[in-house]
């Protein structure tokens, strides 16, 4: 069961990564920030996949901003992860 419900989640990520769909991609951001929190209250490091992921969705989704509002990537990244990760 632990190996079937961790492959679909692998599934919805990748849907929504594909998807390049903004509220998806917030939300996948949100969730994975989530997961990055509770994982540094057990002072562990997340895994490798979440984190790849978590890089991808921020580059796709934060670039997008960035070229909308005409600002640089660093200023849309520190705008939307201060916004994402608040508990």
Known sequence: LHRL???????CIRDS???Q????LMHLIRALYV?????????RKMKSAD???L?????????EFAAVYNQTFDEV??????FLSVD
């Open 35 to 43: 997961i990055k929190n509770e994982r540094a209250k057990d002072l």
């Open 77 to 82: 990244a520190e705008e939307m992860d201060a």
């Open 5 to 11: 419900i961790r492959r679909q989640r692998q599934m």
């Open 55 to 63: 890089l991808a969705a921020r580059k796709l989704l934060y670039g």
């Open 51 to 53: 984190s790849r992921m």
């Open 21 to 24: 769909d903004a509220l998806k």
């Open 17 to 19: 990564m594909k998807s």
